[in-house]
C-alpha cells in the first residue's frame, strides 16, 4: 500500500480536536528525505517515528486521563450536569463513589427539607387542652335486637385541677416512675420515637418509651388508632410543648388526663376513687400508689382488671410490688429522703370501689365479657375504652339471659337454705353459658350475683374448676378419628369393649402397667365397686365408668385427645400437663363459655365457631373493623360428630344425666363431677343451643381463692352433675327455646372397627373416617355387641381392644381396701394422680 493511501491513526475517544491538535505538535518532513525525521520530544520515547505515534501520544498531547469511551475532555463539548452523579470524569467503580461536595449538599438539603417539615408540622397542630378531655362519653352496649342495654361512663368526676392542688408528693412520684430528666428534658425521647418507628416497621405495636409531656399528648388524642401519622403528629406537639409551656403545666396536664383505674380519668377523680379524699390531701404512700396504677390500670389496680392475667390477686401482687419501687425510686433519684421513705412501710388502705350505675346483676359480667373480646379481637385497650365514644352491640339475648337467671336462682332458692345449713350451702357459686350452634355467638350467661353485691368473679369465664367427666367425650372423639395403638391407627367404634371394673390396673402405651406414688401398680377407682366386667364406650359413657377412659387416653395418645378437644375450642392454657390417667376424667379447668362453644361443635357435626359477644363497634359514627363473626372451621369429620351426639343422647336417655329427659326434644349431653365433690357440670345442647352449667364453692371474698367440697349440699350426701346443674340446664333450655320448632340430629354414619367380648374384630368393620373433611362414609353397620364374658374366677384373657387388670387380685378376688393412690369413680369420681388446674384442689373425677 503507497504512503500516501495510508491514513495516520486517530486517538480513540479523544476526538477530531485533540488529533489536530496532536498533530500540529509534530515536526514536517524533510524536504525530499522520503522518511520521517527523528526528535527527541518530551511527548514520547527516542527513536519513534513521527506519524506512527502512539495512542498515548495523543492523550498527552490532548492532557486527558485515557478515556476511550466517546468522552472527550471536559466533557468534550457536552454541557455539564447540575448534579455530577455518576461522575463523569472517573472510570469504573470510581464513577459511583460520590464526592464529599456531593455528600454534604445532599446531607444540607436534606436537612433543610426536614427543618423546614418540621417547622411547618409544629406550626401546623395545636397545642393540647386538658379541659377538652375533661367531658366523660358513654360507652353503649346493645342487646342481640339493638336495644339499648346499658350505658356506662360518663359520670366519673374529671375536674381539672392546678398545679398548686397536686401535692409535691405526687409530682415527685409521677417524674421519678417515669420521667427521671422531665424538668431539663425538651419533651420527647428520640429513643422512644425511634423504637416506636422501628416496631410500626415491624408491623407491631408504635407504642415506646415516652416522656411525660408525650405521655400528656398521647392522653388528649381521643383517636385510638396507633398509626405513624398519629405518632409524628404526637412528636410535633411534644416538642412544641417542650419549648413553649412551662414544666409545670405539662405535668399538671398529664395528671389530669391519664387514667388511674376504676373509671378515673384525673389525679383528682382518682383520688376520691382510691382515698375518698381530694387530690391536695394525698399522702406520699398514697402517691406512690397513683403513680404505681399509671403504669397500666388493668393490670395495677387492685380490684382486678380484664382478662385472666389480671385477677385481684395478681393486680394486688403487682401494685404493692410497684408502690414500694415508686418509694425506693424517689429515693434514688433524690425525690425523697431515706428516712422519709423507711415510714412508709404499709401498703395504703383502699376504700371500696364504687359501683357502677346500671351494673347491677348480670349486666355487669356481660359488658365485662364484651370488653374482654373487644380487646382480643380488636386491640382496643382498657384506656381507650374508657375514654368512652363507643357504640357496641352484643350478642346476647336478653330473653334468654332472662331465661338463665330464673333458672339459676329459681333453683338456688328453692334448693340452698344457708340459715339451715351454714355448713354446707353457703359460698356454692353458679356459672353458665349458652352459644348458638349454628354461629358461635355467645347468647347468654350467669356469672355470680352480680358486681353490685360486691362478687365481681365472672363464673361463666372462670378458670380453675376442674370439669370432670365432661371431658370423656373429647377422649371418645381422639378414638374414633385417630384410632389406638392396638387398632393399627383405625378409627374405633362406640361398640368397642374395655375393662370397666373399680381397681383395674391401667396400662401405659408400652403395655406396662401404671405405677402410683408408692411404686405399686396404680388402679383406677370408679365411683362404684361394680364388677362391670367388658363394657362397650357407649356403655362406660352412659354410666360415666372412669376405668375405660382411663386406659383409652394412653391407647389413644394424650396428644391426640388435646388436640381433638383443642380443635373444638378448648384453650391449650386450660389443659392439664399432666398426661396421666386423670386427664382423661376431667382435670382440665376450661371455663363454662368454652364448655358450651365446644360442645356446639358436636351439635354442628363437627363444624366449629369461636365464640363471639360483640357484633359490630362504632365509633363517631364509624365502623371499627375487626369484628365481623368468626369463620366457620372444620373440627372433626361429621360422622364423628354425629355418633359422639348419638353416645350423648344416649347419657340423656338412659344414663347419668336423665334429668335431661324433661326437656322434651332431642338432646345431647354429659354429666361432670370432681374428686370430693369439689365441682360439678352438666353440658348439653339441641340442634340449636348448646350450654354448659358448673356448680362449686368458693369463698368470693377470701384473699386465696380455693374450692370447697360440696358434700352435703342441699341436703346431698354426693352432689353430681346430674343433680343441681342437670336441673338448671334443663329448665333454662326450655324457656331458652320456647317456640323454636323442633328439630333432629343428624343420623350418624357407622363409623370405626369395633371389637367384641373375644378379643376379635367385626368380620366386616366399617372403614374409618380419614381426619380429613370429607371422608367417604361407611354402609356397613357395625355388629352388635356380644355379651360381657363371666367373671367368675381366674385372671382373663388379654384383648387387643378390652384391656386387662393383670393382677388378679384386682379382677376375681379384688382386695376391699383402696389403692395407696386414690382415684375417681364413676359418676362423681374419685382421686387423682394428676393436676389440679387453676385453683389448688385434688384431682379427678367422674360424672
Known sequence: MSEHRRKPQQPQGGGRAAARKAAQQRPSRGAGSGRDVPTASPSGPYGQQPGHGSRSDARRSAGRAPAGRGRGAAGAGRPKRFINYPR??????????????????????????????????????????????????????????????????????RQIVPIEKI???????????????????????????????????????????????????????????????????????????????????????????????????????????????????????????????????????????????????ANKDRAVKRWAWVLDREVEVGRMQKAERDQFKEFPALIEAPEAAGMSGQIGYLVETAKLYMLKTNGIKVEDLAKGGYRIYTTFDKTKVDAMVKAVEGTRDGMLDEKLRPDTDTFV?????????????????????????????NNANTSGV????????????????????????KGISADSKYMASDLTVINNRAGQPLR??????????????????????????????????????????????????ESTGILKESFD??????????????????????????AASGTHHDPYSV?????????????????????????????ITKVLRNVVENGTGTKAKKLGRPA??????????????????????????????????????????????????????????AEIWTKYMKEALNGVPESDFPEPDDIGVVADASGAPSPSPSPSPSPSPSPSPSNSPSPSPSPSPSRSAGKPTCKPWAICDPDPSASSSRSPSPSPSKTGGGRPGGATNGGSGGFPIGGSTGG
Open 88 to 157: 463523569g470524569e472517573k472510570v469504573g467503580w470510581k464513577r459511583f463513589v460520590p464526592s464529599w461536595k456531593f455528600v454534604c449538599g445532599t446531607a444540607l438539603g436534606f436537612f433543610a427539607i426536614i427543618t423546614a417539615g418540621a417547622g411547618i408540622g409544629i406550626a401546623m397542630v395545636n397545642k393540647p387542652d386538658a379541659n377538652k378531655t375533661a367531658d366523660a362519653q358513654n360507652n353503649v352496649f346493645y342487646w342481640s335486637d339493638d336495644t339499648q342495654m346499658v350505658a356506662t361512663g360518663g359520670s366519673v368526676n
Open 615 to 643: 357484633r359490630s363497634v362504632k365509633k363517631d359514627g364509624k365502623d371499627v373493623p375487626g369484628f365481623e363473626a368468626p369463620k366457620a372451621e372444620r373440627a372433626m369429620d361429621n360422622s364423628i360428630a354425629d355418633n
Open 668 to 725: 345431647a349431653g354429659k354429666t361432670g363431677t370432681t374428686d370430693k365433690n369439689m365441682s360439678a357440670w352438666f353440658v348439653g345442647y339441641t340442634p340449636e343451643l348448646s350450654t354448659s352449667v358448673a356448680l362449686f364453692r368458693s369463698d368470693p371474698s377470701a384473699e386465696k381463692k380455693e374450692l370447697i367440697s360440696m358434700r352435703g349440699v342441699a341436703g346431698i350426701p354426693s352432689l353430681h352433675g346430674g343433680d343441681i346443674p
Open 516 to 565: 402410683d406414688g408408692s411404686g405399686k401398680p396404680f388402679k383406677q377407682k370408679n365411683e362404684s365397686p361394680t364388677d362391670y366386667g367388658y363394657v362397650t364406650l357407649n356403655k362406660a359413657m352412659e354410666d360415666s365408668i372412669n376405668v375405660p377412659f382411663a386406659q383409652l387416653v394412653f391407647d389413644v395418645g394424650h396428644d391426640k385427645v388435646k388436640k381433638v378437644a
Open 466 to 489: 376442674q370439669v370432670g367427666s365432661t371431658w370423656k367425650p373429647f377422649v371418645l372423639a381422639a378414638a374414633m378419628q385417630y384410632g389406638t395403638q392396638n387398632s393399627k391407627g
Open 167 to 313: 401535692p409535691r408528693s405526687m409530682q415527685n412520684a409521677v417524674i421519678a416512675a417515669e420521667n427521671e430528666s422531665f424538668e431539663s428534658d425538651k419533651g420527647v425521647d428520640p429513643m422512644g420515637i425511634a423504637r416506636a418507628v422501628w416496631n410500626m416497621a415491624k408491623g407491631g405495636s408504635t407504642q415506646g418509651g415516652s416522656t411525660i409531656t408525650q405521655q400528656y399528648v398521647k392522653n388528649t388524642y381521643l383517636d385510638s388508632d396507633q398509626t405513624l401519622k398519629r405518632k409524628v403528629t404526637e412528636l410535633f406537639i411534644s416538642i412544641k410543648l417542650g419549648v413553649s409551656e412551662e414544666k409545670n403545666t405539662i405535668l399538671a396536664g398529664y395528671l389530669n388526663t391519664a387514667y388511674y383505674g376504676r373509671d378515673a380519668y384525673g389525679i383528682q377523680a382518682a383520688a376520691r376513687a382510691y382515698f375518698g379524699k381530694d387530690s391536695q390531701d394525698l399522702t406520699p404512700s398514697e402517691s406512690a400508689f397513683l403513680a404505681a396504677v399509671l403504669k397500666g390500670p388493668n393490670l395495677y389496680n387492685p380490684d382486678g382488671g380484664i382478662g385472666s392475667a389480671a385477677t385481684p390477686e
Open 429 to 457: 357459686q353458679f356459672g353458665a353459658a349458652s352459644v348458638d350452634v349454628k354461629t358461635g355467638a355467645l347468647v347468654a350467661l350467669y356469672g355470680g350475683p352480680g358486681m353490685d353485691k360486691k362478687h365481681f368473679n
Open 577 to 602: 400437663p399432666n398426661d396421666n390417667a386423670s386427664f382423661a376424667l376431667g382435670t382440665s379447668t376450661p371455663s363454662a363459655i368454652r364448655m358450651a362453644d365446644s360442645y356446639a361443635t358436636f
